[in-house]
């Protein structure tokens, strides 16, 4: 039993990580259906950003945080101002390759300026350890990054669920030409939402570091998982990714623990069992 | 009636610049024999882009999980040769006969969705069928790869060092194949495929299954994925756990959109350029390939949207 929700847990904590990672590829593929298949090279900034404040140039770990964010964000703005916006109107299949192209260049980067090992990074002993609760322990980081990503999504449903330019995103989501027509300023908008969705990506990037770990290939290594967040969740629904993300993260854990076996196969096995019952995700409306 | 059968039959006749591609294909045994098995690695691989060419450039099946099926046919093939007999041509049919079951068996999902949802069912089934053979350690040997595998002579010609009998073998049975897939394009299957490409709710209007003949074309490239699969198990007698990896799917999508998608000899041109380049690359860290390939996409992408042939097609057309 303890041990039980120790799992479920350990897969919480997992899962809102997987939140913080895909939850802007689910709002601007819901707003631009641009398939951004570079969400995780974000991400990826913002680990090496956060490695190198904190173990070259001896910043704190969370000060390290907000700067992984704005670097994350201002690269993503950039790039979708000069690159992206030209592809809005392509198929499918250019945007996945184009943005494939990316992820390609980022990783090599990423492997000249850092080589290919693991990059360690040194979190303050305030949140090492584990804490004790009713017979069962609990990591302090992965407390840490449960109440980080909780704070996160009610800052985000309350910005967008009552504020004015939440408004304008979900009604560029809902229907971008009908928003046009009503004057609402949709590439402002989603640039806007753009940076928010890189800038989150690249926070949960350097929180990452301590959990998953963080490589040049981390593009490509969880790619894979916020996609299966982003697909299940149901495009532009953030309650839809953040129960995704939960259910993907302790089901991953759950198999990892009592069937190491399995390997992966089981987190692919309830991506593919609910992209099949409900193929525009949980929360889909499309 | 006339008219598109005789737009048909035009389109079929052979030109001379085809025979002539084909004929230069013979050219590595006597120019290039020290690349012979480099060579049939590139037959393999137009093989399987051609696959791909048939559900995406003709049918308009998007998909990031076919190396499935050169996976599938790859392990049917060495595990053929490892445990019953190792005599190759009836192991490559038998491959991709039962890599066709496989095809046909998931085409019943993967046609009843688009868009988003079905590159993402195309890559978790792919996932799924490489996370099943690295768990089955037991019968495919997992991470290791599928040690053990004998391949006999193919109709007496051993499998020698210099590739000289797996360029002959690949190639052969990639030009078959080649001219199977072009008897089906340019068939009045190839243009209704073509249709439902175009406009899938208007083709079931105007009288053709749209699902029945997705389904067909699937299992198709699905036996020739699968037979792909199997050369390369014969030419190399090892099997190992990248053939079923989404770094193929990706490596084969990225070739065949270099060459040109829609296009019968997009996949086959793609192959030569990629897997030369990458051959004369391979001295330098594999990293930095992949930088120049990820420029080489997002260039394509931005100003070559069909690929090298549209490119040379649109500049044939301009200079006359």
Redesign the interface.
């Known amino acids: 039993m303890q041990s039980f929700i120790g799992v479920l847990f350990d897969g919480f904590a997992y899962g809102m990580l997987l939140f913080l990672l895909s939850v802007g590829l689910s709002v601007t593929l819901g707003m631009m259906n641009f398939v951004n298949l570079a969400h995780c090279s974000f991400a990826m900034i913002g680990g090496y950003v956060a490695v190198v404040l904190t173990n070259s140039l001896g910043w704190p770990f969370l000060a390290s945080l907000p700067m992984a964010f704005v670097a994350a964000a201002a690269v993503s703005v950039v790039l979708e101002r000069t690159l992206y916006r030209r592809l809005y109107r392509s198929s499918d299949l250019d945007q996945c390759l184009f943005t494939i192209g990316v992820v390609f260049v980022s990783v090599a980067v990423a492997a000249y300026y850092f080589g290919t090992v693991q990059q360690p990074i040194d979190t303050p002993p305030y949140l090492r350890g584990s804490v004790e609760l009713m017979g069962v322990s609990f990591a302090v980081y992965r407390l840490f990054l449960v109440v980080t990503a909780l704070l996160i999504t009610a800052i985000l449903i309350v910005a967008l669920e009552y504020t004015r330019f939440g408004a304008q995103v979900r009604a560029a989501v809902d229907n971008q030409r009908m928003a046009r027509g009503l004057g609402i300023d949709v590439d402002r908008a989603f640039a806007i939402t753009f940076a928010l969705g890189g800038g989150l990506a690249g926070l949960g990037g350097a929180l990452a570091i301590e959990i998953i770990g963080l490589d040049h290939a981390f593009a490509f290594t969880y790619l894979v998982y916020v996609l299966i967040v982003v697909a299940v969740g149901g495009l532009g629904s953030i309650g839809g990714s953040f129960l995704a993300a939960a259910v993907i993260g302790i089901s991953d854990m759950a198999g990892k623990y009592y069937f190491p076996w399995l390997g992966a196969f089981l987190i692919y096995l309830v991506m593919v069992g609910l992209l099949m019952w409900r193929p525009a995700g949980l929360f889909g409306k499309r | 009636m006339a008219s598109a059968s005789g737009h048909l039959a035009a389109q079929i006749r052979w030109r001379w610049i085809e025979s002539a591609f084909w004929l230069a294909t013979l050219l590595p045994f006597v120019v290039t024999p020290a690349y012979l098995s480099l060579a049939s690695q590139i037959a393999i691989t137009a093989l399987f882009a051609l696959s791909l060419d048939l559900i995406?450039g003709y049918a308009g099946i998007?998909s990031?999980g076919h190396a499935a099926y050169f996976g599938f046919g790859a392990y049917t093939a060495g595990l053929l040769a490892k445990h019953y007999w190792g005599e190759p041509l009836s192991g490559l049919l038998l491959a991709g006969a039962l890599t066709g079951l496989v095809g046909y068996a998931t085409s019943h999902?993967v046609v009843?969705?688009r868009?988003?949802?079905l590159?993402?069912?195309t890559?978790?089934?792919g996932?799924?069928l490489h996370?099943?053979a690295?768990?089955a350690s037991w019968l495919t040997g997992g991470a290791d790869g599928l040690q053990g595998v004998k391949v006999a002579p193919l109709l007496g010609f051993r499998f020698d060092l210099y590739g000289r009998t797996a360029y002959a073998y690949s190639l052969a049975v990639l030009f078959l194949c080649f001219l199977i897939s072009r008897r089906i394009i340019h068939s009045p299957f190839g243009l209704a495929l073509r249709g439902i490409r175009e406009n899938l709710v208007r083709m079931p209007a105007i009288g053709a299954p749209s699902r029945a003949h997705l389904r067909k074309v699937y299992t198709i490239a699905a036996v020739m994925a699968g037979m792909a699969g199997a050369l390369l198990t014969h030419t190399t007698s090892t099997v190992s756990l990248d053939t079923l990896s989404?770094g193929r799917s990706?490596d084969v999508?990225?070739i065949l959109?270099l060459g040109g998608a829609g296009r019968l000899y997009g996949g086959i041109v793609g192959a030569l350029i990629y897997m030369v380049a990458r051959d004369q690359f391979s001295g330098i860290?594999p990293?930095?390939w992949?930088?120049w390939?990820?420029?080489?996409?997002?260039a394509?992408?931005?100003f070559l949207?069909n690929g090298i042939l549209g490119g040379l097609g649109a500049l044939h057309k301009k200079s006359r």
């Open positions: 995406l998007v990031l999902i009843r969705f868009h988003l949802a590159i993402m069912l890559l978790g089934l996932l799924l996370e099943a690295n768990s989404f990706a999508l990225v959109i860290n990293q930095y992949y930088f390939i990820g420029l080489l996409l997002i394509v992408v931005m949207p």
